[in-house]
């Protein structure tokens, strides 16, 4: 069984940390690293890998710190990001630890927009309603 938390980031977003009954995580979208680690201390949690649905830095910010204080994580992502990370395409699956995820290509916030479904949870971003709305846009 899972467990989802959010932690409040920068100005307006949110970072999401999905858990399991051995106290590992999986760090979504970090934005910055500092919330993350206390985050981490204060639940005594283990993080596995981090998951990044796109380039932009309010997602992206905290990777290089988190990958210096926990160097055995692997992070993933889209080809879109510039971070030496694993690459995800449309209908990969990306096992972490006991965590698995299929991973659904939504281009619309960015070209490269990856969404992460790990059964119950969808991590997005605010992605579909957007994603849509710019392809609805664009078609008119
Ligand atoms: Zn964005």
């Not at 992502?77 to 990370?85: A, F, M, N, V």
Request: proline share 4%; net charge negative; glycine share 8%.
């Amino acid at each position: 069984m899972y467990q989802l938390n959010s932690i409040k980031s920068l100005k307006d977003n949110y970072i999401w940390i999905l858990s399991n009954s051995y106290n590992q995580a999986v760090i979504i979208d970090p934005g910055e690293a500092g919330p993350v680690i206390n985050y981490i201390n204060q639940y005594k949690l283990f993080p596995l890998g981090i998951l990044l649905t796109h380039h932009h830095i309010d997602h992206t910010g905290g990777v290089c710190e988190l990958k210096a204080q926990y160097q055995h994580i692997d992070i993933y992502g889209p080809s879109e990001i510039d971070l030496p990370i694993n690459y995800l395409i449309n209908q990969d699956k990306v096992c972490i630890g006991n965590f698995s995820f299929d991973v659904i290509a939504i281009p619309g916030h960015t070209l490269g927009h990856l969404a992460y479904y790990c059964y119950l949870y969808l991590f997005s971003f605010r992605l579909v309603a957007e994603g849509f709305l710019r392809v609805l846009i664009n078609k008119c």
